[in-house]
């Protein structure tokens, strides 16, 4: 079966960075689209970035020249380099692919304080 599994949250200063990492199985990953979204307290999960097949990137227009999607093919692994972080940035982390239905992994807390 499918399985995501996040990695490398945890509690930094604003201005501080953090690097995310999903291992993926279950799935020809090199022919999958990868994610990542973000649920604060409160909000409704939204879409932080997304890295194709084909390694095209897009990003929320929140996050834009801070943080960075990439992939590893031969790894298995997809990750989320955020630079620069506000206390806005404050949620838990999902990666997220669709592979025949929707499927995300069980979240990591990224915490920054102000």
């Known amino acids: 079966q499918v399985q995501l599994v996040e990695s490398g949250g945890g509690l930094v200063q604003a201005g501080g960075s953090l690097r995310l990492s999903c291992a993926a199985s279950?799935?020809?990953?090199?022919?999958?689209?990868m994610g990542w979204y973000r649920q604060a307290p409160g909000k409704q999960r939204e879409l932080v970035a997304i890295?194709?097949?084909?390694?095209?990137?897009n990003y929320a227009d929140s996050v834009k020249g801070r943080f960075t999607i990439s992939r590893d093919n031969a790894g298995n692994t997809v990750y989320l380099q955020m630079n620069s972080l506000k206390p806005e940035d404050t949620a838990v982390y999902y990666c997220?692919?669709?592979?025949?239905?929707?499927?995300w992994g069980q979240g990591t807390q990224v915490t920054v304080s102000s």
């Open positions: 890295i194709t097949s084909g390694g095209s990137t």
């Open positions: 997220y692919t669709r592979s025949g239905g929707d499927y």
């Open positions: 279950g799935i020809i990953f090199r022919f999958n689209a």
